[in-house]
Structures are given as C-alpha cells and as structure tokens.
C-alpha cells in the first residue's frame, strides 16, 4: 500500500511522544504538549538547530523535530510565553508558522 511507511513512521513518532508524556506523568510533572511549524527547515542540521532552540528554553522538554512535516512538538512543564518561543525559534534562524 503506497504510503505505509509515512504512517508508520508518523505512528512511531506518536509512540515516542506518548512514552515521553508517561515518563513525565510518573515523575508527577505539570505538563502541556505544544505543536507548532517551522518554516525554514530543510535538513537535518535544521532538525538540529531548532530541538537546541527549544530545548534551551527553561521551561521545555522532550522536544522532537520532524522535519518532513515542518513540526516541533514539545512538553512544557512550566508556562512558556509564546513569544519566548517564537525568539527562540527566530534566534536559531527559523520562524513560527501561525
């Protein structure tokens, strides 16, 4: 079936966020999971580039890029002012898409 792969490669990530989301749950964590897109990514260094953005936010863990669908999703464990993100985002040479 044409396309299989791309939905299980989406399922797996899925996966991994919901094992991060439990680990986070059992160590009794306030958490929010955010998705947001990127607009500039193009390779891995991307890839790279923005999970040290954001992880570099005091406030955020578990980041996980995909660069196929120009997303970061994230747990926040404390309130995050969206435009810290954004500053963030934009420092690393990238932009929010709202």
């Known amino acids: 079936m044409p396309g299989i792969g791309r939905r299980l490669s989406k399922i797996i990530i899925s996966l991994a966020i919901i094992r991060k989301v439990l680990k986070l749950v059992a160590e009794k ?3 929010i999971m955010k998705r947001i ?3 500039g990514m193009s390779c891995q260094h991307c890839v790279m580039a923005v999970t040290k953005a954001l992880g570099a936010v005091d406030g955020i863990k ?3 890029v995909d660069l ?3 997303t970061a ?3 926040e464990i404390k309130t995050v002012d969206p435009a ?3 500053a963030a985002i934009k420092k690393a040479g990238y ?3 709202e």
């Open 29 to 31: 964590e306030v958490i």
């Open 62 to 64: 578990d980041v996980n």
């Open 37 to 39: 897109k990127i607009k």
């Open 73 to 75: 999703t994230y747990a």
């Open 84 to 86: 810290v993100v954004a």
């Open 95 to 97: 932009e929010i898409v």
């Open 68 to 70: 196929k669908s120009g």
